[in-house]
């Protein structure tokens, strides 16, 4: 019989797949010996099972279930619905990846008006009983039945306007008992049926609320982000409450041991007095900070420093912590490795390997490449912040600097966002179901909320840029508008705001590039001392490719020949081109672009500095180049001597119903030889040039040749190649080595690698391409279909962002395996989006790539990854 439950102290900080990382390390406290209320975890394995058993807990599950509420009691020495001790608990999702904010939670679990009257004699504090009760009927009708929150805080407010109070702390207890009375009648008009007064049908309820809430649509989207699979499933935490709302010696705290915005060392975070957990991350009150709590909680402070001490030494990291504070007395209610923002995974790394606690390997993979993305985005310019006067301040949550124009939901953020706009995000709070509106602002603002809050958290996670808790706007979400520093603030309004100092400013302030350095560079330099994939860039121009090499990149994978056409000056001879009858007009255009890309290819090998540099040819359909307003294709047959409806009538000549299959790639070569002609020649002069002048640099160009499908295809492009640049080395009578190879974005391509390993220097995969082909999916259009992929869980990623392994990589895998044997020399890389995606650079490490190559900003992330996945593969 498989053991779906098991109690904290059986459990340990190894079993995170099975027992969630909550779970794990629940027990491993416990084991520790730390003060942590006693219960038990219903494993991930039961989640899963109970969506394999159409979303029931079969009863297998349910009798380990309820043994285990028998030795909890036992345990614990309370019982459910008992008259003497009653036993209240707390249920928690806890998957094995942290998921802040994504999943529910119950707390107050087991009360009933007799087991209220019961906790209100025992503590003299009817008060607190019945807040707590009108609080559990409040989050289960709402987290397990789905009634929506405002109907309860409808009522709350009635309560307050009835008896002329602000705060819901100035209700008494009488208010609260009749609220209580209110809350179930409402719940009974919503749902049909009284409120369930049985504490284990209260517990079944939730246990089967969390695992429903894996699959809630926050979740889903937060999974996606975050690269976790939905087959993980979640586990449930049931854990017997610490009150932290029975009064002033009680409280509710949650810190970190260094700071998650900086990390820098030192206990960091905030303590709310009288309150529950939900009251913290929620941001609905701000709380103090953490080190106040030495004043008035002395001895729960002396004892929480110590469990900090001990945890962060027993998991070597920076810790994040949830406690309560009963009647002064202090209780461990979780423990995880922290979310920081990446300044902070950065120097935390490193200190934590300055500290001898670490190695450079494990510092190097205890960073997440994702996270980098933030550091290399621009920050406020520095001197146009001196000059700037802030309007005001909040709480510094998540680096970085946003600017754009105010929106106030979330729905908003993501349809501006969709439409080109930068919004940053303004909330009075935020809620996990403003998740997809927070990640397509440029950053996010918040009235309420401390550091802890879920704005924070989330945003940090996202790497995106958050100010919280600005109590000095006075928000009116309503009419979307705010009024700040004497100001009103609309919809439109465009505001800049500053993740690190929390300072906010009217209107836009510059902002200017990151660089390498400090920690980063530290960081960065293991990872390049660690890895053996090298890190090569897509890159077009100069200037992106002296970024990239600013950013680490050993060369160029992909520079797309054709997006040096587009220019003014260009586009004109290369419409002539298009248009010409006779191959000697075609060469005649083509003569007036050699030059155009000859300079730039020099410029490129000259950012360069004699690193490999890779050249493809022209790839897209000639249609993408063609004027298509009337007014455009008027102008070209004014240039070209034609007219208008000759014009038009080589437009039309073009169009292809299937472009991204039709007369693209290599195809274009074998029509139009006088191309890849005028490309070879521009390729080989520069490198010559180049060459002479840096006589140091080792320039040998790669000349790549796409869309290959056939061996005869790049065996007959190839040999005009050949003859043109041969016919240039020697006419220059210099020394030139080059290599032509060719990419392999078609299945077929991959299927007969050994043919084309034959006549090819080189492969580089083509990913984009042959995903699509792999898939029988359009690169431009899959969008439109694959919201609906991902809710019925055919697919968990895009696989145009995230390689396919199973497909496409199988693919990969067989023209490497075919290919290397025929040619020892050959090399292999990627240059398709995914050669920037960390999982996706973890396969190319495996099946033996040579390199990656992506867009500069990725450069890190790959360097990073690629260093992550050996260090793991040795492992
Ligand atoms: C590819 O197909 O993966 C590729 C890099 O080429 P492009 O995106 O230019 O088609
Ligand atoms: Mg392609």
């Known amino acids: 019989m498989n053991k779906w439950v098991y109690l904290f102290k059986e459990g340990n900080a190894d079993m995170r797949n099975l027992l969630g990382g909550k779970g794990a390390n629940l027990a491993e406290m416990t084991n520790l010996g730390l003060p942590v209320p006693q219960g038990f975890t219903i494993t991930t394995e039961a989640c899963t099972q109970y969506y394999e058993d159409g979303r029931e807990i079969n009863d297998e599950i349910k009798a380990q279930i309820d043994e285990h509420i028998i030795k909890m009691e036992e345990i614990t020495?309370?019982?459910?619905?008992?008259?003497?001790?009653?036993?209240?608990?707390s249920v928690r999702s806890g998957a094995r990846a942290s998921m802040p904010g994504m999943m529910d939670t119950i707390l107050n679990l087991g009360l009933n008006e007799d087991v209220v009257n019961t906790i209100a004699d025992l503590s003299k504090n009817p008060r607190w009983a019945w807040d707590c009760y009108r609080r559990f009927i409040q989050m289960y009708s709402d987290v397990v039945m789905e009634v929506g929150k405002k109907y309860f805080e409808e009522l709350i407010d009635q309560m307050k306007e009835k008896r002329g109070v602000k705060q819901d702390v100035e209700l008494t207890a009488d208010d609260l008992k009749e609220l209580a009375g209110q809350f179930k009648a409402e719940y009974k008009d919503k749902i049909g049926a009284d409120f369930p007064d049985d504490p284990k049908e209260q517990l079944y309820g939730a246990i089967k609320a969390v695992f429903r809430s894996w699959d809630n649509p926050r979740a889903n989207v937060y999974r996606r982000d975050n690269d976790i699979p939905y087959s993980w499933g979640t586990a449930v935490n049931v854990q017997s409450m610490a009150f932290g709302n029975m009064g002033d010696d009680c409280g509710t705290g949650v810190a970190f041991t260094r700071d998650p915005a900086t990390g820098n060392k030192g206990l960091f975070g905030e303590f709310l007095t009288n309150a529950q957990g939900e009251d913290v991350v929620a941001g609905v009150r701000t709380p103090m900070p953490i080190a106040q709590m030495a004043e008035q909680f002395p001895e729960a402070y002396a004892d929480f420093v110590k469990v900090c001490d001990v945890l962060e030494k027993h998991y070597r990291d920076m810790q994040d912590m949830e406690f309560t504070v009963e009647n002064g007395k202090l209780y461990m209610l979780q423990c995880r490795n922290g979310k920081r923002t990446a300044q902070a995974a950065l120097k935390i790394a490193c200190d934590l390997v300055d500290e001898g606690m670490r190695t450079e390997e494990e510092a190097v993979a205890m960073i997440d490449p994702r996270n980098l993305d933030t550091l290399l985005h621009p920050q406020f310019d520095a001197a146009a912040l001196k000059k700037a006067q802030p309007i005001g301040k909040g709480l510094g949550a998540s680096p970085g600097a946003a600017c754009g124009k105010i929106v106030f939901t979330a729905e908003d953020a993501e349809a501006w966002a969709n439409r080109g706009e930068k919004v940053v995000l303004v909330r009075l709070e935020t809620s996990p179901e403003d998740i997809t509106g927070m990640k397509s602002a440029q950053g996010i603002l918040t009235v309420r909320g401390g550091m802890t809050s879920h704005a924070a958290v989330v945003a940090r996670g996202m790497g995106k840029c958050c100010v919280s808790g600005c109590g000095e706007i006075a928000m009116d979400e309503e009419n979307k508008k705010f009024t700040l520093a004497g100001k009103t603030f609309h919809e439109g309004d465009f505001i800049s705001i500053d993740g690190t100092t929390g300072n906010i400013y009217d209107g836009l302030i510059p902002t200017v590039d990151a660089t390498i350095a400090g920690e980063f560079g530290r960081i960065m330099a293991w990872a390049d001392k660690y890895r053996r994939l090298r890190v090569r860039t897509n890159a077009d121009t100069p200037t992106d490719a002296k970024k990239a090499r600013e950013l680490g990149a050993e060369g160029i994978g992909l520079c797309r020949t054709e997006h040096m056409f587009f220019e003014e000056d260009r586009i004109a001879a290369f419409r002539e081109m298009i248009c010409a009858d006779t191959a000697e007009a075609r060469e005649k255009a083509l003569d007036k672009i050699l030059p155009y890309q000859q300079s730039d290819f020099k410029a490129l090998y000259e950012a360069l500095e004699g690193n490999p540099v890779t050249i493809r040819f022209l790839d897209p359909p000639l249609h993408e180049f063609v004027p298509h307003e009337e007014a455009e294709q008027k102008k070209l047959a004014d240039a070209l001597g034609k007219s208008l409806d000759e014009v038009k009538a080589i437009v039309e000549g073009l169009k292809e119903f299937n472009p991204m299959m039709g007369h693209r790639g290599c195809r274009l070569a074998v029509t139009y030889p006088e191309i890849a002609k005028m490309?070879?020649?521009?390729?080989?002069?520069?490198?010559?040039?180049?060459?002479?002048?840096?006589?140091?640099?080792?320039?040998?160009?790669?000349?790549?040749?796409?869309l290959v499908?056939?061996?005869?295809?790049?065996?007959?492009?190839?040999?005009?190649?050949?003859?043109?640049?041969?016919?240039?080395?020697?006419?220059?009578?210099?020394?030139?080595?080059?290599?032509?190879?060719?990419?392999?974005?078609?299945?077929?391509?991959?299927?007969?690698?050994?043919?084309?390993?034959?006549?090819?220097?080189?492969?580089?995969?083509?990913?984009?391409d042959l995903t699509q082909m792999t898939f029988g999916f359009s690169r431009d259009d899959a969008g439109k279909f694959l919201d609906a992929y991902y809710d019925a869980k055919i697919f968990e990623n895009d696989p145009f962002a995230k390689l396919d392994q199973d497909g496409v990589g199988k693919l990969m895998e067989t023209a490497l395996k075919l290919g290397k044997p025929e040619n020892p020399k050959l090399h292999c890389g990627i240059c398709g989006e995914h050669g920037g995606d960390p999982t996706s650079v973890e396969f190319c490490n495996k099946i033996g790539l040579d390199y990656v190559s992506c867009s500069p900003f990725r450069v890190p992330i790959a360097r990073l990854a690629a260093a992550q996945a050996a260090i793991a593969q040795k492992a």
Do not use: S
């Open 709 to 768: 499908g056939d061996i005869k295809e790049l065996k007959y492009v190839k040999k005009f190649v050949v003859e043109t640049a041969d016919a240039e080395i020697e006419a220059a009578g210099v020394k030139l080595e080059y290599e032509v190879g060719t990419m392999i974005e078609i299945p077929r391509a991959a299927l007969t690698a050994d043919e084309i390993a034959k006549e090819a220097d080189f492969f580089c995969f083509g990913t984009n």
């Open 679 to 706: 490309q070879t020649k521009a390729v080989i002069r520069a490198a010559i040039e180049v060459q002479k002048e840096h006589a140091d640099w080792n320039v040998k160009p790669e000349i790549m040749i796409p």
């Open 77 to 89: 020495g309370k019982k459910f619905g008992d008259k003497q001790n009653p036993l209240l608990v």
